[in-house]
């Protein structure tokens, strides 16, 4: 049977970032991927015009309508907006009982525009951190987070990834892309301790929606029945092969998408190795 996986996130009309890399990921994975959107933002590789939130009762009544109908095997989710949008999303989630979450706690994007509210960090930390199974933060989200200051080495982000998981979430991914150096390293921690995942660095200039990405992999994998650390490890991996891929497109003039190619043939619903 082919997964069911679903994206909570706003939109990214040049399809870099947001529901649409998602559904792309979630489709190169052979998995089928659903979408319930929290904002429109204008916005293209150089950055956000504007944001039309989606009013939160219609963003409870779109995961309602979903939930009543359809299996969910997995769930990611990205920009959230405001701290409305986070609580609805909290309570319908936890409602159904909804299963295997990714939280990637998308706050400000690449271009430095703002997507989530300021005063909304607390309402992620408090809500809707207790109910997922794996955030994915980068250096900027986990010291808002925590209120600290932002990890400036590999050593520190292990410290600040076992703190965010004393906040009360089961796994952390703390993505260490704004780190300079020849790779890029993240740090998983999960209940077996924590574990560098490193990668070398792809010198491009598209990085857009790379979290977006390496989140909404991760959600499919896991949705296809890999344990959370190899759905994790697989995800980064994908991603690494999408930023080359990249090389491939010409998408506008400012920080580029990745390229979404088809690893997996999935003939029963399972990646073929
Ligand atoms: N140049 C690069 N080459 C290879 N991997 C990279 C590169 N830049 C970032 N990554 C990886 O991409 C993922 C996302 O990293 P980053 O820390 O930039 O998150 P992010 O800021 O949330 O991303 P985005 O804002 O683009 O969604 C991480 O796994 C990181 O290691
Ligand atoms: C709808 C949406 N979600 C997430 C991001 C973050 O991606 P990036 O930091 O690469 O701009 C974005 N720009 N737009």
């Known amino acids: 049977m082919i997964p ?4 909570i996130a706003g939109t990214d009309p040049s399809g870099g ?3 649409q890399a998602d559904l792309k990921t979630f489709s190169a994975h052979g998995t ?4 319930v959107t929290t904002a429109l933002v204008a916005q293209t590789t150089t950055g956000v015009s504007s944001v039309l939130e989606i009013p939160a009762s219609f963003v409870a009544d779109q ?5 009543d109908d359809v299996r969910v095997d997995a769930v990611k989710i990205g920009m959230l907006s405001d701290a409305e949008i986070i609580r609805t999303v909290a309570a319908v989630l936890s409602e159904y009982s909804a299963r295997e979450i990714v939280l990637d706690p998308v706050m400000v994007a690449k271009s430095g525009d ?24 980068n250096l900027p989200e986990a010291a808002d987070l925590l209120g600290e200051v932002e990890s400036t080495d590999t050593a ?15 796994r952390v991914l703390l993505k260490g892309g704004h780190l300079l150096g020849a790779s890029s390293v993240d740090v998983l921690h999960t209940e077996s301790g924590s574990e560098y995942l490193s990668h070398e660095r792809v010198v491009t200039s598209n990085d ?18 890999h344990d959370w650390p190899s759905a994790v490890r697989a995800a980064k991996e994908y991603l690494t092969g999408a930023m080359r891929a990249a090389e491939l497109l010409d998408v506008g003039r400012g920080h580029g998408p990745v390229h979404h190619f088809h690893r997996w043939w999935p003939v029963d619903g399972a990646p073929l190795s």
């Open 63 to 67: 995961l309602r309508t979903l939930f």
């Open 114 to 137: 703002r997507l989530l509210a300021a005063d909304a960090v607390r309402a992620l930390r408090e809500e809707l951190l207790p109910h997922v199974d794996l955030i994915t933060p």
């Open 17 to 19: 970032a947001g529901v």
């Open 208 to 225: 857009h929606g790379t979290g977006c990405t390496l989140s909404a992999a991760a959600a499919a994998l896991r949705a296809q029945g």
């Open 4 to 7: 069911n996986v679903l994206t």
């Open 32 to 35: 089928y991927g659903m979408a």
């Open 156 to 170: 520190g982000m292990a410290l600040q990834a076992e703190r965010l998981a004393a906040l009360g979430v089961k």
